[in-house]
T-cell receptor, first 114, second 113 residues
Framework: DAEITQSPRHKITETGRQVTLACHQT?????MFWYRQDLGHGLRLIHY???????NKGEVSDGYSVSRSNTEDLPLTLESAASSQTSVYFC?????????????FGPGTRLTVL | AQSVTQLDSQVPVFEEAPVELRCNYS??????LFWYVQYPNQGLQLLLK??????LVKGINGFEAEFNKSQTSFHLRKPSVHISDTAEYFC???????????FGAGTRLFVKA
């Protein structure tokens, strides 16, 4: 069965360190998304990609970057981790990227920045 | 710009009782509406969605939602809940013709025996 996997599932790091969260999907979807989930805020879009070599900023992109070198992977990098980036991060993908399309989510990565 | 308000952050309910999770949205244009469910330690999965047509939408696990354009609401209902329905539920909206989905803050449903 097709799926989205994220690694690691849990990560503890220190302020100022660079951190990369992996996302891998076997749906063969062109469209991939990164969200962060915080209490009281729901999910907020960090970055998204509509295909290889395409990346776009979402509403909370400061301090984060992504790159898309193939269809399957969209790694999220925190350039210099800050305590405000402690959160649960979800990767998602969709077939069409259109507004009416369902998104498929990974299991999440819980990141703690000390 | 669109926004989504989930009116209850937590809803406790006894097993086999009915439940309604409330969602209101704001948008100056027509929208697509979604309900997603997140079970503990898992990602979100789609419960149901409204694109057009009949305002009553049926989803998985016995859930349904009704689109009310005049009240800009999309409330989620289930006539009889089970312990296994304990989860967090997210309402989401995308502008018709747009591609960014806006999620509400979530409602945590606790089903008690």
């Amino acid at each position: 069965d097709a799926e989205i996997t994220q690694s690691p599932r849990h990560k503890i790091t220190e302020t100022g360190r660079q951190v990369t969260l992996a996302c891998h999907q076997t749906w063969n979807h062109n469209n991939m998304f990164w969200y962060r989930q915080d209490l009281g805020h729901g999910l907020r879009l960090i970055h998204y990609s509509y295909g290889v070599q395409d990346t776009n900023k979402g509403e909370v992109s400061d301090g984060y970057s992504v790159s898309r070198s193939n269809t399957e992977d969209l790694p999220l990098t925190l350039e210099s981790a800050a305590s405000s980036q402690t959160s649960v991060y979800f990767c998602a993908s969709s077939e069409s990227g259109q507004g009416w399309d369902e998104q498929f989510f990974g299991p999440g990565t819980r990141l703690t920045v000390l | 710009a669109q926004s989504v308000t989930q009116l209850d952050s937590q809803v406790p309910v006894f097993e086999e009782a009915p439940v309604e999770l409330r969602c209101n949205y704001s948008s100056s244009v027509s929208v697509y509406l979604f309900w997603y469910v997140q079970y503990p330690n898992q990602g979100l999965q789609l419960l149901l969605k409204y694109l057009s047509g009949s305002t009553l939408v049926k989803g998985i696990n016995g859930f349904e939602a009704e689109f009310n354009k005049s009240q800009t609401s999309f409330h989620l209902r289930k006539p009889s809940v089970h312990i296994s329905d304990t989860a967090e539920y997210f309402c989401a909206v995308t502008r018709n013709g747009g591609f960014k989905t806006i999620f509400g803050a979530g409602t945590r449903l606790f089903v008690k025996a």
